[in-house]
């Protein structure tokens, strides 16, 4: 009886995902990425004073990113990459919770509990951007580097909510950069999916 060793490098590599799985991948990015900009360009003329409305979105904001990462989820064919993604998604629910109970504190507390969730959140979206990396999703550029950048963001926010003037105008900033990043990797898949075409041909 013979026994095949398995190259551990072979394991480890990222497995394929289905043309149906890439494009719904394509659609999810491209709409988180404009649902984003939309809510930059509300929360920037409503976000001051912090009255209810701008509350409701600094509820809805976490709770996009909640809904985006079960449709993700249900995307994925890798266990390790699941994983992560429903964690985003229950970490995100929280973080929504969070900021509605937050909100009623005044700006300082709603800043600290929004760079929270955008630290962590972002520390995972990086960990799911390496774990993406294959040729075959657009090395995941973009999206490794709106990871690292809402990680950075988030503790600077949490920094400025202990300062003289905690503001909430940033956050209409980080909601485009990040909204433009998901629409950039949306391009890229596509222009992926347009090369990978001739070759399954």
């Known amino acids: ?48 004073p912090l009255d209810a409305l701008a509350i409701t979105l600094l509820v809805i904001y976490p709770l996009i990113d909640a809904v985006s990462s079960l449709i993700d ?8 990459e699941r994983r992560i ?30 760079g929270a969730w955008a630290a962590i959140a972002g520390a995972a979206q990086l960990v799911l951007g390496l774990r ?10 973009p999206m490794l580097i709106a990871g690292g950048l809402s990680f950075l963001a988030g503790i600077s ?14 956050l209409s900033v980080y909601a485009t950069g990040g909204g433009v990043f998901f629409i950039v990797q949306a391009g890229l898949l596509a222009w992926r999916s347009r090369q990978w075409r001739p070759a399954a041909n």
Not at 25 to 44: E, Q
Not at 73 to 80: H, I
Not at 132 to 141: A, D, M, N, P, V
Not at 157 to 170: E, H, N, Q, T
Request: glycine share 8%; hydrophobic share 55%.
């Open 157 to 170: 926010y949490g920094i400025r909510a202990f300062g003289d003037k905690p503001s909430l105008a940033v």
């Open 85 to 114: 993604t429903a964690f985003n998604a229950v970490l995100s629910t929280v973080a929504a919770i969070a900021m509605g109970a937050a909100g009623s504190f005044g700006v300082a507390a709603a800043l600290a509990v929004f």
């Open 1 to 48: 009886m013979t026994t095949t060793r398995l190259n551990p490098i072979v394991l480890a590599a990222p497995m394929s995902l289905r043309p149906a799985n890439r494009s719904s991948l394509l659609r999810l990015y491209l709409i988180r990425g404009l649902v984003a900009v939309a809510w930059a360009a509300a929360f920037a003329k409503v976000h001051d």
């Open 73 to 80: 989820y249900r995307t994925m064919p890798r266990d390790a």
């Open 132 to 141: 993406r990396r294959g040729s075959e999703l657009g090395k995941q550029w």
